[in-house]
Structure formats: C-alpha cells, structure tokens
C-alpha cells in the first residue's frame, strides 16, 4: 500500500503552547488527507477534511481557530493544535486518499499528544 | 442509530480457528467499504477493500459484502495470535462527501 508519513510520532507539551503535526504522502499525490482522534478504547473521530489549495472542512463540533489545518501542496498537510489544553491530549491520525485511485485511504503513524 | 455498527467483542477465538466479524451500515448509497486492522496504541492499517456484492479473498482474509443487506463481513482463516487486534470496518459514500465513516471496531482476542 502507499506510504503516509507522520511526525511526530510523540509529543508532550505545556498548556498553553501550540504543537504542529505533519502529515506526508510520500509516494503519491493526495488531493484530500483527512484528521481524526482517537481517544483510549474509542473509535476514530473525523475532525476535518482537507483539500490541497482549500480550506478544511471541519466536522460539527471541531473548533476550527483551535485547529488549525493547513494542506499546501499534494504531499503535505499539516494539523496545528493552538493553545493546547490537557484535554486535547489524544491520539492524533492523518490519512491521505491517493489523487488517482480516489478510494481507498491509508494512515499516517499517528501522533501521540500529551498536554501538560 | 449509528452509521456503521460493529461488536464490540472481544471476539475470543482459538489459534487456528475462523474469525468472523460482522459489519452493518445506514448509508444505502454506500459504495466502497474497507476493513482496518489496528493494533494497541498504533493506527489503523488497511487490509481489505470490497466494493461489489459477493466476496473477495485475500490470503487468510476473505470480505464478504451484501449491499441489499447493508452488511459487510470478515473472516479471518487459520487465525494466528498476531492476529489479535482491533479490526474496523469503514464506509465510503460521495454522497456523504465521500469521507470514510468508521464504525467502533471488534477486538478480536487468537489464544493460542
């Protein structure tokens, strides 16, 4: 399958402070990459979709000024949590969804975000 | 009703047995359906796409897809420890702005 790349993969940081994820399709365009969180024994939770050279499209409930999701190229997306609070500590997943074969998505590594 | 429905488990199978995990989803106009195999603390690695009725075969894996029942299977063949994980079951539909909707997965427990 393609190769989605994810970093951090760790991340603890102080309340208050902003952290970015990055998230790279490496061996194929992604049009659309897509943000979830995981929270212990819970399913995956969509946050926002992203399109190359557009804004996100953010589910109901996700603050968009808090999370701030930018995806500048075919390759590249990038999640920025603001002002980062202990509850936002999660399990934070890119998946990117190839430009040609616009069906199946694979997943990043996933970023592990601890808010101290 | 949630979108896609799965057990929760754990689905408790015996090394070498078959695993059999169920799926149903409320999107008639669903088109593409994927099962994820994620393991503790890891993120989810695709394992099989089904997109027509019927069943498609992979290695071990076979998916099982009944559009009319709105229903999605999986069986895993000669289940093996490794293969102890949470396994979710996700749906596609361009009309819901083609985003994959997962459902809360199945743990599934080989003992060997």
């Known amino acids: 399958g393609a190769v989605v790349s994810q970093h951090p993969s760790r991340v603890i940081c102080k309340s208050g402070t902003s952290v970015k994820i990055e998230c790279r399709s490496l061996?194929?365009?992604?049009?659309?990459m897509f943000w979830y969180r995981q929270f212990p024994k819970q399913s995956l939770m969509l946050m926002a979709t992203?399109?190359?050279?557009?804004?996100?499209?953010?589910e109901q409930g996700v603050e968009k000024d808090k999370f701030l999701i930018n995806h500048a190229s075919l390759t590249l997306s990038t999640l920025t949590v603001t002002s980062a609070h202990p509850e936002d500590s999660s399990f934070y997943i890119c998946?990117?969804?190839?430009?040609?074969?616009?069906?199946?998505?694979?997943f990043g590594q996933g970023t592990r975000l601890t808010v101290v | 009703q949630k979108e896609v429905e799965q057990n929760s488990g754990p689905l408790s199978v015996p090394e070498g047995a078959i695993a059999s995990l169920n799926c149903t989803y409320s999107?008639?106009?669903?088109?593409?359906f994927f099962w994820y195999r994620q393991y503790s603390g890891k993120s989810p690695e695709l394992i099989m796409s089904?997109?027509?009725?019927g069943d498609k075969e992979d290695g071990r894996f076979t998916a099982q897809l009944n559009k009319a029942s709105q229903y999605v299977s999986l069986l895993i063949r000669d289940s093996q420890p490794s293969d102890s994980a949470t396994y979710l079951c996700?749906?596609?539909?361009?009309?819901?702005?083609?985003?994959?909707?997962f459902g809360g997965g199945t743990r599934v427990l080989v003992k060997p």
């Open positions: 999107d008639r106009v669903s088109q593409s």
């Open positions: 998946s990117a969804r190839d430009r040609i074969v616009n069906t199946e998505a694979f």
């Open positions: 992203s399109n190359e050279g557009s804004k996100a499209t953010y």
């Open positions: 996700a749906v596609n539909s361009q009309a819901a702005g083609n985003k994959l909707t």
């Open positions: 061996d194929f365009q992604a049009t659309t």
């Open positions: 089904i997109y027509s009725n």
